[in-house]
């Protein structure tokens, strides 16, 4: 089966670094999807990866190693706003998005 | 990045009633759609997978006849729930892409569906 881990909860404190994981087992690999969640309003989107190595966009970076099935997202210099929910996807061989359950992260003064 | 707007935001309905929810890409053709339900504190459970112009491809376990779905332009899908039950309240989001390999999914901004 096609299966998503993502730690349930993490804290961090403001200004600090956190570092989410995710691993996943799909059928088929097409990329990985970061998207931020704060409770009741939509996802949106953060980062993509489909190749090995480090993205970076701003205070956020995201890692995928295709071989070991694992990625992380990678937050900086934490602000009471990153408070929400991170959710990891994986697109499949059919290009289905696969999501894990996501990660409440929260941050404190 | 490209716009998804989902309507309405929220909405209380009696029970027997059906409730229509609307979700149009505003600045791109979105070849497929996806409709999500969410509980609180949990992850995006996939309902239905819309293509324009074709049958909704339904998830297992959800009912086709309750939820009805209709992709009938490359900028519009639309969720029926029909004969709502309190049991069907809960956060319906929906998402459009434009391709079908390696495009990010937008989403609309939700619905928080509420059955009294």
């Known amino acids: 089966g096609q299966n998503i881990d993502q730690p349930t909860e993490m804290t961090a404190t403001e200004g600090a670094i956190v570092q989410i994981n995710c691993t996943y087992q799909?059928?088929?690999?097409?990329?990985l999807f970061w998207y931020q969640q704060h409770a009741g309003e939509a996802p949106t989107f953060l980062s993509y990866?489909?190749l090995d190595g480090l993205e970076e966009k701003g205070r956020f970076s995201s890692f995928l190693s295709r071989s070991k099935g694992y990625s992380y997202l990678l937050l900086k210099e934490l602000q009471m706003k990153d408070s929400a929910s991170y959710l990891c996807?994986?697109?499949?061989?059919?290009?289905?998005?696969?999501w894990g359950a996501g990660t409440k992260l929260i941050i404190k003064p | 990045g490209a716009v998804v707007s989902q309507h309405p935001s929220w909405v209380i309905c009696k029970s027997g009633t059906s409730v229509k929810i609307e979700c149009r890409s505003l600045?791109?053709?979105?070849?497929?759609m996806f409709w999500y339900r969410q509980f609180p504190k949990q992850s995006l459970m996939l309902m239905a997978t819309?293509?324009?112009?074709?049958?909704?491809?339904?998830e297992q376990g959800v009912e086709k006849d309750k939820f009805l779905i209709n992709h009938a332009s490359l900028t519009l899908s639309t969720l029926t729930v029909t004969s709502a039950h309190p049991e069907d309240s809960s956060f319906y989001i929906c998402?459009?892409?434009?391709?079908?390999?390696?495009?990010?999914?937008?989403f609309g901004q939700g619905t928080r569906l509420t059955v009294v």
């Open positions: 996807a994986v697109m499949d061989s059919n290009y289905q998005l696969i």
């Open positions: 819309s293509n324009e112009g074709s049958k909704a491809t339904y």
């Open positions: 799909t059928s088929g690999f097409n990329g």
């Open positions: 990866n489909v």
């Open positions: 600045d791109f053709q979105a070849t497929t």
């Open positions: 998402s459009a892409r434009a391709g079908t390999t390696h495009t990010e999914a937008f």
